[in-house]
């Protein structure tokens, strides 16, 4: 894979998504496509809905992510005027794997035998490393981020400083205002999909990674997710400048806080808690043994301390396991890491990597 395409992005909302459209106003409208298609389709959302159908829920999340977020709103009007993509494919371009969620539970009295979960849902490794665990003293998070492998040409990176607000820093893809970051105040955010029976209409995880970046201190990054009607399930991993780290295994209905204040804390794509089990979809068995044998593996990994940022670019690599953390693109799913982050808060560092990351070199860059 070649170096990663950054894109700067400054001003008003509407100018930052506008700009952003324009960038790439080829590759939006078909990614927007493609998700469109994938949420009629049943392998992805356990049940088959008709195009008018899946824009219909698309249309009906709009004013959720307007109360929540009206200045990401208006950045995805800019974004929709420069590309013509209308505003409720571009939500799902963005809250794709939410949306699944919403989709799965639409009408669910009428629902019988639902497919059991697609496993390009589901494959991110996540990990937060407390600075009691790292050689330097500073706090990490990182993870892979694991999608069906025709995402992995959309992958950017965007350098942002909206007027009177934070600058950032976010790997994500064209048309999707963010997905794994850190701000100039020291927050970082990630996450990996979690697979939830209890969807609804709502806002989905993109809006909520970029209002986390937002934010200048980790309690009301926190409040950004625990306060959020949440469209589907994501697993949400913060940490800050002084090590201060949270895991957040939210659901649509509820959602579970844990701080993460020493160690080292992993989290692969099933549910960990009783409670979220309970709303859980079903998944495929070597789905449930792929996520089970990263998070092993990934504590194993992390469990001795002392832990460099060289061992955790390792890590993202792994192939020890039949289900490694570095996955690669295989029939018939072609599931792959599309691309990989880890973030250094206390230093305002990210190093990330397009494409599998054991065949590229990790970038730095800094907020």
């Known amino acids: 894979m070649p170096k990663f395409r950054v894109l700067e992005l400054s001003g008003s909302p509407f100018e930052m998504g506008y700009r952003h459209g324009q960038a790439y106003a080829d590759q939006i409208p078909e990614l927007a496509e493609e998700r469109v298609r994938l949420s009629s389709d049943k392998k992805w959302t356990g049940r088959t809905l008709a195009r008018a159908e899946v824009l219909a829920l698309g249309r009906a999340c709009l004013p959720y992510h307007e109360a929540y977020a009206p200045a990401l709103m208006a950045e995805l009007r800019g974004m929709s005027q420069a590309t013509g993509v209308g505003?409720?494919?571009?939500?799902?371009?963005?809250?794709?794997?939410d949306f699944i969620d919403t989709v799965y539970n639409t009408d669910p009295?009428?629902?019988?035998?639902?497919?059991?979960?697609?496993?390009?849902?589901?494959?991110c490794t996540a990990f937060i490393v407390s600075p009691d665990a790292t050689v330097d003293g500073y706090g990490f998070y990182g993870q892979t981020w694991d999608m069906h492998d025709t995402a992995t040409p959309f992958v950017i990176l965007l350098r942002g400083k909206p007027a009177g607000g934070l600058s950032f820093l976010t790997m994500t893809i064209v048309g999707c205002v963010g997905m794994i970051g850190m701000n100039e105040a020291g927050i970082a955010v990630g996450v990996n999909n979690i697979l939830g029976g209890d969807g609804q209409v709502g806002v989905t995880w993109p809006f909520v990674v970029r209002q986390v970046l937002a934010q200048d201190n980790i309690?009301?990054?926190l409040a950004c997710i625990t306060e959020a009607q949440l469209a589907g399930a994501h697993n949400y991993m913060l940490i800050d400048a002084h090590g201060r780290g949270y895991?957040?295994?939210?659901?649509?209905?509820?959602?579970?806080?844990?701080e993460v204040a020493h160690g080292s804390m992993v989290h692969t794509n099933h549910c960990l808690l009783p409670r979220n089990i309970e709303v859980e979809r079903e998944r495929l068995p070597q789905s449930r043994l792929s996520s089970e044998t990263r998070l092993s593996v990934a504590q194993n990994r992390l469990d001795s301390g002392r832990i460099t940022l060289d061992d955790l670019v390792a890590l993202t690599r792994n192939h020890d396991a039949s289900s490694g953390i570095c996955v690669?693109?295989?029939?018939?799913m072609w599931i792959e890491s599309c691309s990989a982050a880890i973030m250094r808060p206390a230093t305002h560092e990210m190093w990330a990597v397009w494409g599998n990351p054991c065949q590229n070199e990790y970038e730095r860059f800094a907020v």
């Open 87 to 97: 505003l409720p494919e571009l939500v799902i371009l963005n809250g794709f794997t």
């Open 247 to 258: 895991n957040v295994e939210a659901m649509a209905s509820r959602c579970h806080v844990q």
């Open 109 to 123: 009295v009428v629902q019988s035998s639902p497919a059991p979960a697609h496993p390009g849902a589901d494959n």
């Open 328 to 332: 690669h693109a295989e029939e018939p």
């Open 219 to 221: 309690d009301a990054a």
